[in-house]
């Protein structure tokens, strides 16, 4: 059984261009979430989504950032215009569906992409 | 007030030690906790989950307040490899599907 997939592991932009962001969830899991990690700081929220739909973007930046879960195929995250401030280790990680006691499940993460600009 | 602090160290112990780390969460409703460790440039790994009983995995023991609103991370007989970043975790009042991360305690075990 597979873990979280993520690729491509390095990517390197320069100003103005786009970077695509691919994530894989684990066999049986329906939710994925993606992550910022700026050096020497700690997790951030962006966003998180079922198949098809986007449960909650309320850490997404407003402009340039987009994210989607395809009915097929791995989630995308989409940064247009890249500027150097996106610089970071983007993770995805996903989960199986929420407990019916409502407690959250167990996230997994995949290894990341390092996003850098020049 | 952050939704989930953590003291950053770093904590620098012996090996063979015992070490306890906690973590405060501000929103009295959370309902899940979890423990995630993270060696330096890998992804966030699931340590164990923290349960309103406590439990233990070996030599790690996981212990939830709710009265004082923290949980804790006790690891006995620390080994090298234990080094890395621990990362507290609590689920957010606003979603109860997302969660929120500690910024982390850093651990460093010496020979």
């Known amino acids: 059984n597979a873990g979280v997939m993520q690729n491509p592991r390095h990517l390197v932009r320069r100003r103005g261009q786009e970077a695509r962001l691919r994530c894989s969830p684990m066999k049986g899991h329906s939710h994925v979430y993606w992550y910022r990690q700026l050096p020497e700081e700690g997790l951030k929220f962006m966003v998180y989504?079922?198949?098809?739909?986007?449960?909650?973007e309320s850490g997404m930046p407003k402009e340039r950032f987009s994210a989607e879960f395809p009915k097929e195929g791995p989630s995308i995250l989409r940064i247009q215009q890249v500027v150097r401030g996106d610089s970071a280790a983007y993770f995805c990680?996903?989960?199986?569906?929420?407990?019916?006691?409502?407690?959250?499940?167990?996230?997994?993460f995949g290894p990341g992409t390092r996003l850098t600009v020049l | 007030r952050k939704e989930v602090e953590q003291d950053p160290g770093p904590f620098n112990v012996p090996e063979g030690a015992t070490v306890a780390f906690n973590c405060t969460y501000s929103n009295s409703a959370s309902q899940s906790f979890f423990w995630y460790r993270q060696d330096c440039r890998k992804e966030p790994k699931l340590l164990m989950s923290v349960y309103s009983s406590g439990n233990e995995d070996g030599r790690f023991t996981a212990q939830l307040n709710r009265a004082s609103q923290y949980i804790s991370l006790l690891i006995r007989d620390s080994k090298l490899s234990d080094s890395a970043t621990y990362l507290c975790?609590?689920?957010?009042?606003?979603?109860?599907?997302?969660?929120?991360f500690g910024s982390g305690t850093r651990l460093s075990i010496r020979p």
């Open positions: 975790v609590v689920n957010a009042y606003s979603s109860a599907s997302k969660i929120i």
């Open positions: 989504l079922q198949k098809e739909n986007i449960i909650d």
């Open positions: 990680a996903s989960s199986p569906p929420v407990r019916v006691n409502r407690r959250v499940a167990e996230q997994f």
